[in-house]
């Protein structure tokens, strides 16, 4: 039973070009949450998705972000004309369980983005 | 809005006993209180999960208040293995966000 897998674990990219991170949750399960940690930050709270459903995306950023989660296939966080700013570890994780925070929350081993 | 907040950092010696405390005033209702361990590079770790009082498993131990405002992690016998960050993670009342703690870095030393 695989955990959490992204892909890829290191994307570097030129400034203004697009990233697009791909976080495969354990199987069955059908929550998926985004968090951005910055170099020697603490993790941020960026989106929670459900299958075809956005639940909340307060911590996005309002312009270049965006996430989906397809009814088939991994969540997508993409991100179109990076800046360096941008350049950050980008973690998910998954859930099983309606309820909230009844169940344990895996994480994936993240993607780590540079922007050059 | 209130933060989640914990101790910068800590410092602690092999085979001590550490306890890392969490504040969350504003925690939801029916949400869990999770904590996580970090190594550098790494993805955030399980550690231990809880709703109220107390909760052991075979690597640490949570403690909770009545009030759930806060809790604190306990690591018996630490080793220089332990040397991480630790999160704790709660979601947050009204919303739908799960909020992690501002962490906790936890230097052993020998």
């Known amino acids: 039973n695989a955990g959490v897998m992204q892909n890829p674990r290191h994307l570097v990219r030129r400034r203004g070009q697009e990233a697009r991170l791909r976080c495969s949750p354990m199987k069955g399960h059908s929550h998926v949450y985004w968090y951005r940690q910055l170099p020697e930050e603490g993790l941020k709270f960026m989106v929670y998705l459900q299958k075809e459903n956005i639940i909340d995306e307060s911590g996005m950023p309002k312009e270049r972000f965006s996430a989906e989660f397809p009814k088939e296939g991994p969540s997508i966080l993409r991100i179109q004309q990076v800046v360096r700013g941008d350049s950050a570890a980008y973690f998910c994780a998954s859930s099983p369980v309606v309820e909230r925070g009844m169940g344990g929350y895996t994480f994936g081993s993240g993607t780590r983005l540079t922007v050059v | 809005l209130a933060k989640t907040t914990q101790p910068i950092s800590m410092d602690s010696y092999e085979g001590q006993e550490v306890n890392i405390t969490c504040s969350h005033n504003?925690?939801?209702?029916?949400?869990?209180i999770t904590w996580y361990q970090q190594f550098p590079s790494q993805g955030p770790r399980f550690i231990i999960q809880?709703?109220?009082t107390k909760v052991t498993n075979e690597v640490a131990s949570l403690f909770i208040p009545a009030d759930r405002k806060s809790s604190t992690l306990s690591l018996p016998r630490v080793s220089l293995s332990d040397t991480a960050v630790y999160y704790c993670?709660?979601?947050?009342?009204?919303?739908?966000?799960?909020?992690f703690g501002t962490g906790t870095l936890l230097a052993v030393q020998p």
């Open positions: 504003n925690i939801a209702t029916n949400d869990y």
């Open positions: 809880g709703y109220k």
């Open positions: 993670l709660v979601g947050e009342g009204a919303t739908n966000k799960l909020i």
